[in-house]
């Protein structure tokens, strides 16, 4: 279901304005117009980071473009017209069922969150365009969110399906995304700053980031490939033990060599590769979330930006922010903005379809003591787990429609989806691009 159709249906002043914020936020975020107000180009490369630092770069020879990513198909189209035919090559991956046709730039589609052989290829490709890197020349990398498995280069002796399979298991057990990308850094050639281990160290390398990450750290968002590494193979294996994580049994051994010493391990900050490279934050959730409060706000709202940091369980937060509304004062109007990661763990048998940002919404609505309310929930990707939608609303009549449907047996297999189909539809398909 579309914002119009959305719109149509859920017409009481609390969800439209909610839609409307909503559709603000999502526009301040599109990785295309985040890279036009990022990075402007004359005689001198400018590129600007969320916090107002400058970067000034000048006299290359060449300059080239690869990345992986959700957004990195609207990031490469945007920086590609900003370098007014400088570029000298590219390659980028993106999710399946993107579209991303880009002169001079190389463009795979592969699988997100599983990696397949069609990421691994993507890799090798942008592998071959560093190869062709000189010292005087400059490269950006274009990294956000989904990075990590559509730019699958397994370690020696680990293969893909090695790797497929530890992320699997890790996202089933309901490890956060800095757990599951330790592990990954730690199977990987190019994660953890290794990409730089391809590069010509002399050439200088411009990261333009979209963080999807709580805290918004650079070395979690896309397992960092440019970007120092905290973690170690002795943290890596001791979150396979976290979770009990048995097999494969190549990815467990090389783990296992790696907290030995055997095997060489991910670049620290103390490297010298890092002084020509420039991680840059040109996005996150918090511009998102600060768009729509000022928005709703500008309708005569009382706006409250809770933060960004929320992660934990999605049911846990979907609860929070329903009790949160019975204590507010009911004779004024409020606007609550929170963002963040939360998670859903799955049962071992029983799930059916949906994602953190729906099964949140679903919690919400079993927990909710009024009806003057409208709460939305959205992945500003898009993608809400697995399933079509981006999301979901929750209005008066979503309310209305769900009081004779047995929603605690919904939430139970994880089936917030379908809770939310019932209620005529409502779950919020393709409300971003």
């Not at 490469?76 to 400088?86: D, K, M």
């Amino acid at each position: 279901m579309n914002k119009r159709e959305l719109s149509s249906f859920h017409d009481d002043k609390c969800s439209l304005l909610a839609l409307a914020a909503l559709e603000v936020a999502i526009d301040s975020v599109k990785p295309a117009a985040l890279v036009k107000r990022a990075v402007k180009f004359n005689k001198k490369i400018s590129v600007r980071d969320i916090n107002g630092k400058i970067l000034r770069l000048q006299n290359f020879d060449r300059i080239y473009i690869v990345g992986a990513g959700k957004a990195a198909g609207g990031m490469a189209s945007a920086l590609a017209l900003a370098l007014h035919g400088r570029l000298a090559g590219g390659a980028i991956t993106v999710p399946y069922g993107v579209r991303a046709k880009i002169k001079g730039i190389s463009v795979t589609h592969a699988s997100h969150p599983v990696p397949d052989r069609s990421g691994l290829e993507g890799t090798k490709k942008i592998l071959n365009v560093l190869k062709k890197v000189q010292k005087n020349d400059l490269v950006f990398v274009l990294i956000s969110g989904g990075g990590s498995a559509l730019m699958p280069f397994p370690a020696s002796g680990v293969s893909l399906a090695d790797k497929k399979r530890i992320t699997v298991l890790l996202l089933r057990s309901g490890a956060s995304i800095d757990e599951i990308n330790a592990v990954r850094k730690h199977l990987s050639a190019v994660k953890g700053g290794q990409l730089l281990r391809h590069i010509d160290g002399a050439c200088t390398v411009i990261s333009l980031i979209v963080s999807d990450v709580v805290g918004d750290d650079p070395e979690v968002i896309a397992s960092g490939p440019t970007c120092a590494d905290r973690s170690t193979f002795a943290d890596a294996l001791k979150i396979l033990k976290k979770y009990h994580i048995k097999g494969p049994d190549a990815a467990l051994a090389h783990i296992v060599s790696g907290a030995k010493g055997e095997i060489k391990e991910t670049p620290k900050s103390w490297d010298p590769m890092f002084s020509h490279v420039h991680n840059m934050m040109i996005g996150n959730n918090a511009t998102a979330c600060a768009n729509a409060v000022s928005y709703l706000k500008k309708q005569g709202m009382h706006g409250v930006h809770l933060g960004s940091e929320f992660d934990g369980q999605a049911r846990d937060f979907g609860r929070f922010l329903a009790r949160l509304s019975s204590d507010l004062d009911s004779t004024r109007s409020f606007a609550i903005v929170a963002g963040g990661e939360t998670t859903v763990k799955l049962n071992r048998s029983r799930n059916g379809v949906g994602g953190r940002n729906q099964e949140a919404a679903l919690a919400c609505l079993l927990e909710l003591k009024r009806h003057d309310i409208a709460v939305v929930f959205m992945g500003t990707d898009g993608i809400d787990g697995n399933s079509d939608a981006a999301g979901a609303l929750v209005s008066r009549k979503t309310i209305a429609l769900a009081i004779d449907m047995d929603l605690q047996k919904y939430l139970g297999s994880h089936d917030s989806y379908h809770a939310f189909k019932q209620c005529n539809n409502m779950q919020g398909a393709g409300l971003s691009s």
